[in-house]
């Protein structure tokens, strides 16, 4: 067979003893994978630790590339290294950024806004009450959940999502080909169908507790906002909290009673600057403002070919024209605003309004929610999801219609 770099990366990725770390510094120097595999053990000595240097000289033993490939490709994994061209964009310049992952199903699409819900595995009621409620909400807007499939609420917000048929990526501390915990094997076979399984360790890797916080940075790396659902105050979920600070993304959190040990680590993110969110609407609006500052940084840099960051326009499903109300439910029963004849649209002197025309009928300078918005314009028989309302909405404020005071809207005086 012909070997390829990408079969080299595959090798050096899986020599014993041979991390991150250890393939940035044969890689800085200019290195190829191939021209790693082929180097003299005294030339290695020169960049790595005598074992090291040992470890990959018996691995060129053992490794017979033909079966290794063929066995991962009879396992429908995908190996995916920082030399290909479809590994995550989102994953290339985080601290410690992973040389590679494993994939079985697809990657997440960096056009789609993504949002990570982390929590409590030892959740209570409440907690499994707003995980339901914010992975299915989220995924009826359209918008992408990732998550660590563990017990509690990461599991139960990727469940929500899948049931509603939105996409969920579970970000694994084990193998691809290992389902842990053993009990959410169905959220597992759903994810590979629906969405993906991530890990940045081999196939049969077995889940051990010293590889779960790492993956955390993944969890955040690959999502536009990190939300908590529900966590003590010193729990796995701030690792996750620290390592999406670190790259510079939002966090949300949601609120929960200061007498509740299982909402004090949520309550002190709030207290310390984190954005609340109280529901969906909170989540989406935050993405949407995300959008607001990707377009001054697009206007400001509209001549840089380099600019390549799609993630704020929320992905909306014309088919199911789902229509979120002010209760959270859906309602799938919507019929499409007939297309008026273009002929007589042409003659008719009452021209239909515009959907920015009819919200500034809707606002007025006392400021208005978003959920007024959406009720006042399904009365009027015009059928908007929140996704694409937040959007014009946003446009309006960008282009100075109207004016945004927090989760509020109004007319400029």
Known sequence: MEITEKDYAYWLFNVPGIGNRSVEKLLVTGLSCREIYEMSPKDLKHLLTEKQVKNIE????????????????GSGIRFISRIDEDFPEKLKNIPDAPFAIYVKGRLPDPSVPSVSIVGARMCSDY????????????????VQVISGMARGVDSIAQAAALSVNGSSFGILGCGVDICYPPENGDVYDALAKNGGLISEYPPGTMPEARLFPARNRIISALSDVLLVVEARQRSGTSITVETALEQGKEVLAVPGRATDRLSDGCNHLIRDGAGVAACVEDVLERLSGLKIRYCAASESNENNPNTSYKTADLAVRDSQRIVI?????????????????????????????????EIMQIVDIIPVSTSFILEELYKKGKNI?????????????????????????????
């Open 58 to 73: 018996n691995s060129r033993y053992y490794w017979n590339f033909d079966r290794e490939k063929k066995k991962l490709s």
């Open 127 to 142: 907690g499994r009450y707003m995980a339901r409620l914010f992975g299915r909400g989220l995924a009826l807007a359209g």
């Open 325 to 357: 109300d002010i209760n959270g439910t859906e309602n799938d029963n919507v019929s499409p605003k007939n297309e008026p004849d273009a002929e007589g649209d042409e003659m008719s002197p009452l021209r239909e309004l515009s959907m920015e025309d």
């Open 385 to 413: 999801s929140v996704p694409v309302l937040l959007s014009t909405l946003m446009d309006m404020t960008y282009t100075g219609k109207i004016a945004q005071d927090g989760a509020y809207y109004r007319k400029i005086a």
